[in-house]
C-alpha cells in the first residue's frame, strides 16, 4: 500500500519535473537563441569600396577627414547614405594613405592636429603620422584601409575592426 | 465613516492586526538614523520606479525616436520636467545612498555573524543599481549616454574570450544600435527593476530574522526605524525636486552620433574608472581596469569570512579594512585626478564646447519636431553640420569659420541689401572679395580706385542693390516692400551696365571674361543651390570662375562628394543663415 503510494508519488513527481522542464526548455531554447543572434554575425571579409574624396581635394602630406556614406542596415531599419564612420585621408605622391578614424581602443572619434598629431579625445592615445602608437592605452596603431585613385575619385576599402586587442579582428 | 470602513474590512481581511504586527516588530539594537540610510534607498527606489513608468508612458526606445522623445517629455509636455528631473536626481541620490550604506555597514561591522548573508545580497544589490543607473544613462540616446556606452561596452569586449561576443550581445551587433538601445530599455526597465525588488524582498525578510534574534530587551518597535527612514527619504526627495527644478528636468545632450568627434566622458560615479584606465597601457589595461576594481569588490565581500573575531572595534578591525580605505581614498584621488586633468585641458575644452554649441541647438530645434527619421535630420543641426564640414574651412558665417583664415567671402548678410550696397560699394573689403582669387577683378561701381570714372551714384548704386536683393526673394517669402521706380532703375542699370561682364538672364559678358556670376535669381534657393553643386556654370559664377584663376583658393565644386539632398539643404541653411546674422 505505502510502497504503491510512494511509486505513484515518484512517478507523479518525475512527470512535474520533466513537463516544468519541458516547459522552460520551450522559452529558453528561443530566448537564447534570440540574445545571441546580433553575436554570430561574421565578417564576409570581401571588400568594399566606397568614394571617399576628390584626390585634388587632399595637400600633400595633410590629413583630411572625411565621412564614409553608404547604406546601413541597422536590425529593421535601413538608412540610406549614412555616414559609417570616418577616415583620415593623407596625400603621398600620387598615392593616399587611409586610417581609421576610429580608435582601435575603445571607438572614440580620432582627431588630429598640427600640434598633437593623430590623438583621441577619451584617453589620450596618441599616434604617428604612419598611425604607429605613440603614447596612451591603446592596444595597437591606426587601423590601416586600402584605397585607389579611380578617376581622380580616392575609393576607400572601408573595413571596421573590433576595439580593445592587439590583434586586428574585422567587425560583421 | 472612514472607522466603519475600516472595522468591516478589518472583519474580512484582517489587516489591522497584520500591520500592527509589522510597525511593532521588536527592532534588536534600537531604531538609528544611520540604519535610515538603507530604508531610505528603498523608498528612492520606489520614488524611481513610479517616476520611471509614467516616463514609459511617453518614451520611445529607438535610436530614431528616443532622443525627441526625451525632449518632448522634458520640454513639452506638462509636468514631464518635474518627472524626469525627479528620477534623473533620485538615481545619482541612490549611487549616494548606496556609498553611504556600503561606508556605514563596512565601519560598524555589520557584516559579522549572522549577517553574512544580508550583507552578500547588499553587494549584489549595489551592482544592480548601478547597472539599473548605467542603463538608464543610455536611454535618451543623446552623446553622452550614447558615447560613455559605446566605450563602455568596449570595455567589455577587451575580455580574453568571449570578451566580444557578450559586447556584440550586449549592443545586440557591432555596434551600438537600435537592438543595443532595445536591450538597454529592457534591462532598465524589467529585468533588474525585477532583481532588485527580488532581493530588497530578501534583505528585508533576512534583516528582520536577524533583528527579532537579538538582543529584545535593548529594542525599538520598527515604526521608529521606518518613522527614521521616511525622514531622510522625504529629504532626498526634496533635494531631488529642488535640483530637478533648477535644472528644468534632467540635462539632455545632444542627439547621439556615431561618426561625431564627440569627447566621451562617463558619469561622475565612474570617473574614477575612467582616469585609472590611463595607467595600464596595452595588454595591462584589462587587467588594470577590470581586473582590479573587481578584486577589491571580491574582498569586500569575503570581509565576513576574513574578519571573524566576535566585536566590532575599528581598531582591532583596522588591518582588515586598510586596503577597503585605501581604495576608497584611492578612488577619490583618481576622480580628483579626472576632473582637474580635464579642467586644465584646452583640448577637451574645445570639444566640450563644441559639443555644448551642438547641444543646445538641437534642443533649441527640436521645438520645431523632429523628423521621424531621426534628430540628426533636423535641418538646423544637419545643415550647420554640413557647413562645418564643406564649407568653413574657407568662408566665415556666424561663429562658424576663422575669420583669420577665411579665403572666401564672408557670408553674414550675403544677399541682403544692405550686403549688397557694401559689396558694390567695395568689393575688395576683406570681408568680400578682399581675401580670394577675385581680388581686384570687379571694380567699385561708385567709387573706384582713379583714375576710372565711377560708373553710377551712391542713389543708382542702392537702386542696383534693392534690385539684386530683390532676385533672391522666394515666392514663398512676404513680398518686399520697396519702392517700385528704384527696382525699375535697378533693373535698367544691372541690364545696361553690369552686363558687361556678368550675365543676366543669360545675357552679357560680351568680352567673354566667364568670370562674373549671372546675376538671375542672384542669392535665391535655386542660384545656392547651384552654386554649391558646381560654380563652374553659366547659371552661377561662371565656367573659368574655378579654372582660369587658378585652381587652388576657388570654390571646389561638391556635386561629386555631397548627395542632392544635402546640397540643397545646406543652400536652404547657408541662405537662411545669412540672412538672419545680418539682422542681429
Not at chain 2, 545612498?97 to 561591522?109: F, S
Not at chain 2, 560680351?510 to 554649391?532: K, N
Request: proline share 6%; with cysteine; aromatic share 8%.
Amino acid at each position: 500500500m505505502g510502497d504503491e503510494k510512494t511509486g505513484r508519488r515518484g512517478t507523479l513527481r518525475a512527470l512535474a519535473v520533466l513537463s516544468g522542464a519541458a516547459a522552460c526548455g520551450a522559452i529558453a531554447a528561443p530566448g537564447v537563441k534570440m540574445l545571441v543572434a546580433p553575436a554570430s554575425g561574421a565578417a564576409s571579409g570581401a571588400a568594399r569600396w566606397l568614394r571617399a574624396a576628390r584626390f585634388d581635394s587632399l595637400e600633400e602630406g595633410v590629413p583630411k577627414r572625411v565621412a564614409m556614406i553608404a547604406d546601413a542596415r541597422d536590425a529593421w531599419t535601413i538608412e540610406r547614405q549614412k555616414e559609417l564612420g570616418a577616415v583620415w585621408l593623407v596625400r603621398r605622391g600620387a598615392a593616399v594613405e587611409c586610417f581609421s578614424a576610429t580608435c582601435p581602443h575603445l571607438g572614440c572619434t580620432i582627431g588630429h592636429d598640427a600640434t598633437s598629431g593623430f590623438f583621441c579625445p577619451c584617453h589620450d592615445s596618441g599616434f604617428a603620422k604612419d598611425g604607429a602608437r605613440v603614447t596612451g592605452p591603446s592596444p595597437r596603431g591606426l587601423d590601416r584601409l586600402q584605397t585607389r585613385v579611380v578617376d581622380g575619385a580616392v575609393e576607400v576599402d572601408f573595413h571596421r575592426y573590433r576595439q580593445g586587442i592587439p590583434e586586428r579582428v574585422e567587425l560583421g | 465613516m472612514m472607522a466603519k470602513l475600516g472595522d468591516w474590512l478589518d472583519v474580512r481581511i484582517g489587516h489591522r492586526a497584520a500591520i500592527a504586527r509589522w510597525l511593532d516588530h521588536p527592532l534588536a539594537g534600537g531604531a538609528s538614523w544611520a540604519s535610515a540610510i538603507g530604508g531610505a534607498l528603498v523608498f528612492t527606489f520606489v520614488v524611481l520606479a513610479l517616476t520611471g513608468v509614467l516616463l514609459m508612458t511617453s518614451y520611445a526606445p529607438t535610436p530614431q525616436a528616443a532622443w525627441a522623445s526625451v525632449h518632448y517629455v522634458t520640454h513639452s509636455l506638462p509636468g514631464g520636467w518635474l518627472v524626469r528631473g525627479v528620477h534623473h536626481f533620485a538615481s545619482d541620490a541612490m549611487v549616494v545612498l548606496v556609498g553611504a550604506h556600503l561606508a556605514h555597514t563596512i565601519a560598524v561591522g555589520a557584516y559579522k555573524k549572522p549577517r553574512e548573508v544580508w550583507f552578500w545580497l547588499g553587494l549584489a544589490l549595489a551592482g544592480l543599481l548601478l547597472a539599473s543607473a548605467i542603463t538608464g544613462h543610455a536611454l535618451p540616446w543623446d552623446q553622452k549616454g550614447y558615447w560613455a556606452r559605446r566605450v563602455e561596452s568596449g570595455i567589455i569586449g577587451m575580455a580574453p574570450g568571449i570578451g566580444g561576443f557578450i559586447q556584440q550581445m550586449i549592443q545586440g551587433g557591432p555596434d551600438f544600435g537600435a537592438l543595443g538601445l532595445a536591450r538597454m530599455h529592457a534591462a532598465h526597465v524589467a529585468i533588474l527593476p525585477a532583481l532588485v525588488v527580488v532581493l530588497f524582498w530578501l534583505r528585508g525578510s533576512i534583516a528582520r530574522k536577524i533583528a527579532s534574534a537579538g538582543d529584545v530587551k535593548a529594542s525599538d518597535p520598527y515604526a521608529k526605524q521606518l518613522a527614521r527612514d521616511l525622514v531622510v527619504a522625504l529629504l532626498v526627495l526634496v533635494v531631488c525636486v529642488v535640483l530637478a527644478r533648477r535644472a528644468h528636468g534632467g540635462p539632455l545632450d545632444a542627439p547621439a552620433d556615431s561618426s561625431s568627434d564627440y569627447p566621451a566622458r562617463p558619469e561622475w560615479f565612474l570617473m574614477s574608472l575612467f582616469r585609472l584606465r590611463k595607467f595600464f597601457h596595452g595588454a595591462g589595461e584589462f587587467w588594470g581596469t577590470a581586473v582590479l576594481p573587481q578584486l577589491l569588490a571580491l574582498y569586500v565581500a569575503a570581509l565576513p569570512l576574513l574578519d571573524r573575531k566576535p566585536g566590532v572595534r575599528l581598531g582591532v578591525r583596522a588591518p582588515m579594512l586598510a586596503p577597503v580605505v585605501l581604495a576608497a581614498i584611492g578612488a577619490a584621488a583618481l576622480h580628483v585626478m579626472a576632473v582637474q586633468h580635464d579642467a586644465g585641458d584646452a583640448d577637451y575644452a574645445k570639444a566640450r564646447a563644441k559639443a555644448d554649441t551642438q547641444t543646445e541647438l538641437a534642443n533649441r530645434a527640436a521645438f520645431a519636431g523632429v523628423p521621424p527619421t531621426g534628430p540628426l535630420d533636423m535641418p538646423e543641426l544637419r545643415g550647420r553640420q554640413l557647413f562645418e564640414k564643406s564649407c568653413a574651412s574657407c568662408h566665415v558665417l556666424g561663429d562658424l569659420g576663422d575669420p583669420k583664415k577665411a579665403t572666401a567671402t564672408r557670408l553674414d548678410g550675403w544677399g541682403t541689401e544692405a550686403w549688397l550696397v557694401a559689396m558694390l560699394h567695395d568689393p575688395d573689403a576683406p570681408e568680400h572679395f578682399g581675401k580670394t582669387p577675385y581680388k581686384e577683378i570687379m571694380p567699385s561701381i561708385d567709387a573706384p580706385a582713379p583714375p576710372a570714372k565711377p560708373m553710377v551714384t551712391r542713389a543708382e548704386l542702392e537702386a542696383v542693390a534693392l534690385f539684386l536683393a530683390a532676385q533672391g526673394d522666394e515666392p514663398t517669402e512676404p513680398a518686399r516692400v520697396a519702392d517700385a521706380t528704384k527696382v525699375v532703375l535697378g533693373a535698367t542699370i544691372v541690364r545696361e551696365r553690369c552686363t558687361t561682364c556678368h550675365l543676366y538672364d543669360g545675357k552679357g559678358d560680351d568680352e567673354g571674361s566667364g568670370t562674373a556670376p549671372e546675376l538671375v535669381h542672384y542669392g535665391s534657393i535655386a542660384w545656392t543651390r547651384a552654386q554649391i553643386a558646381n560654380p563652374a556654370t553659366a547659371t552661377t559664377y561662371r565656367d573659368k570662375a574655378a579654372g582660369e584663376l587658378g585652381s587652388k583658393g576657388h570654390m571646389p565644386r561638391f556635386d561629386l562628394e555631397m548627395s542632392s539632398a544635402d546640397i540643397e539643404l545646406l543652400a536652404r541653411w547657408t541662405r537662411e543663415h545669412a540672412r538672419a546674422s545680418a539682422k542681429k
